[in-house]
């Protein structure tokens, strides 16, 4: 079950803080993150019809602080910052774009902070969790 602070957009269930980001692969416009809760209970967050995807220092034992997940009219445009603090980064006119079509069309921005490790700013069509 997907349940999000109203406030926060928190994931809190199922709770990841502490958790590990163990594996992350990709098909077309679907990716699956393979996470961890701290009692190792496994999960997948799948992010389908993705949009934009950026990923930042994986690494072994990537634990997780916490995971957010907004979605259109909610979501503000700085909640897109960081696809502009990358190596790789889009232009200020990119992100305006980019932040008018997440309202728009009611897309997701996911965004998976650490405690160590690996970042993820992500925007889909629909994200979801599988328990294995």
């Known amino acids: 079950m997907l349940k999000i602070a109203e406030d926060s957009h928190a994931l809190i269930e199922p709770n990841l803080h502490d958790g590990a980001l163990v594996g992350i692969s990709s098909d077309n416009e679907r990716i699956d993150l393979t996470v961890d ?3 190792a209970r496994r999960f997948h967050i799948i992010l389908d019809g993705v949009v934009e995807f950026l990923a930042t220092d994986f690494k072994q034992g990537n634990i997780i602080l916490d995971v957010t997940i907004v979605q259109g009219g909610q979501t503000q445009a700085n909640d897109l910052g960081t696809l502009n603090q990358s190596e790789y980064s889009q ?3 990119y992100l305006q774009k980019l932040h008018r079509r997440v ?11 650490p405690s160590y490790g690996c970042q993820i700013i992500s925007i889909a069509r629909k994200v979801w969790i599988e328990s294995t």
């Open 103 to 113: 309202v728009d069309e009611s897309l997701y921005v996911l965004q998976l902070n």
């Open 37 to 39: 809760d701290a009692e």
């Open 91 to 93: 232009d200020e006119k």
